[in-house]
C-alpha cells in the first residue's frame, strides 16, 4: 500500500530553472514530511524538512509548500544546478514516537547544463 | 564525527543462502532503523531497534530479522534468500525522540542474490 505518492518519476530541467516535485498523502496522523536527496552510492540526506503547522519552509534554494486540506506538499528548487542532479524522496511519519518513515517512489532530477 | 557505517558495501549472494549485514551507528545514537531500496518500491520500512529491542517492524516476511547489540550497532539477516531480495539495504540511526531531522543514513550494502 502506497501511502505517500510522488510525482514525476523523472524530471530534466534546465540550468537555472525551477525544479518542482510534488508528493500526495492520506494518512492524517503523518505529522512530519521531509524530503530526501540521494547521489548515485550513497544512502539518502535529509535535504530539507516540515510540520503541518507551517505552510512553507525555505532553506536556501529548497522551499517545501505544504497544504493540509489538500494533504499534499512539494519541494521545490529554485535557480537549479547541473550539482542538484539526483533522486528526490519525499517521506512522512506518523507521531508515535518511532522513526518509521513512509517514502514516495523517488524522482530522478536531470538539471541540463 | 564519523557517519553510520554499514559493512559489507557489496555482496553476492545465491538462491538459498543467508546473509548478515552490518550498521554501525553514529557515536551516541541508540535507535538504528533497516530500510530495503529497490527500484519499483522505494525505500520500505524493516525495522527498528532501540536498547536491543525491536520497536516498529514493516511488513516483510520472518526470513527478514535483525538484532542490536549493547554498543548499539545492529545487524540484519536474511534467511533462505530469494532473487526478489536483491536490493540496496540501508540503516539509519537517529537518537530516539530526537525527531526525524536526526535521521542519518548509511551509504548502504548491495546485496545481489543470483
Known amino acids: 500500500q502506497q501511502q505517500v505518492k510522488q510525482s514525476p518519476q523523472s524530471l530534466i530541467v534546465q540550468k537555472g530553472g525551477i525544479s518542482i516535485i510534488n508528493c500526495a498523502y492520506e494518512?492524517?496522523?503523518?505529522?512530519?514530511f521531509p524530503w530526501y536527496q540521494q547521489f548515485p552510492g550513497k544512502g539518502p540526506a535529509l535535504l530539507i524538512a516540515?510540520?503541518?503547522?507551517?505552510s512553507e519552509k525555505k532553506e536556501g534554494r529548497f522551499t517545501i509548500s505544504f497544504n493540509k486540506s489538500a494533504k499534499q506538499f512539494s519541494l521545490h528548487i529554485m535557480d537549479s544546478q547541473p550539482g542538484d542532479s539526483a533522486t528526490y524522496f519525499c517521506?512522512?511519519?506518523?507521531?508515535?514516537?518511532?522513526?518509521?518513515?513512509?517514502f514516495g517512489t523517488g524522482t530522478r532530477l536531470l538539471v541540463s547544463p | 564525527k564519523a557517519g553510520v557505517t554499514q559493512t559489507p558495501r557489496y555482496l553476492i549472494k545465491t538462491r538459498g543462502q543467508q546473509v548478515t549485514l552490518s550498521c554501525s551507528p553514529i557515536?551516541?545514537?541508540?535507535?538504528v532503523s533497516w530500510y530495503q531500496q529497490t527500484p519499483g518500491q522505494g525505500l520500505q520500512f524493516l525495522f527498528e531497534?532501540?536498547?536491543?529491542?525491536?520497536?516498529n517492524k514493516g511488513n516483510f516476511p520472518g526470513r527478514f530479522s535483525g538484532r542490536q547489540f549493547s554498543n548499539s550497532r545492529s545487524e540484519m539477516n536474511v534467511s533462505t534468500l530469494e532473487l526478489g531480495d536483491s536490493a540496496l539495504y540501508l540503516c539509519?540511526?537517529?537518537?530516539?525522540?530526537?525527531?526525524?531531522?536526526?535521521?542519518?543514513f548509511g551509504s548502504g550494502t548491495r546485496l545481489t542474490v543470483v
Open positions: 539509519a540511526s537517529s537518537f530516539p525522540g530526537q525527531g526525524g531531522d536526526g535521521y542519518t
Open positions: 494518512n492524517t496522523a503523518f505529522d512530519y
Open positions: 516540515i510540520r503541518p503547522d507551517v
Open positions: 517521506a512522512a511519519r506518523e507521531d508515535t514516537g518511532f522513526q518509521k518513515l513512509v
Open positions: 557515536s551516541g545514537h541508540r535507535s
Open positions: 531497534y532501540f536498547s536491543e529491542t525491536q520497536r
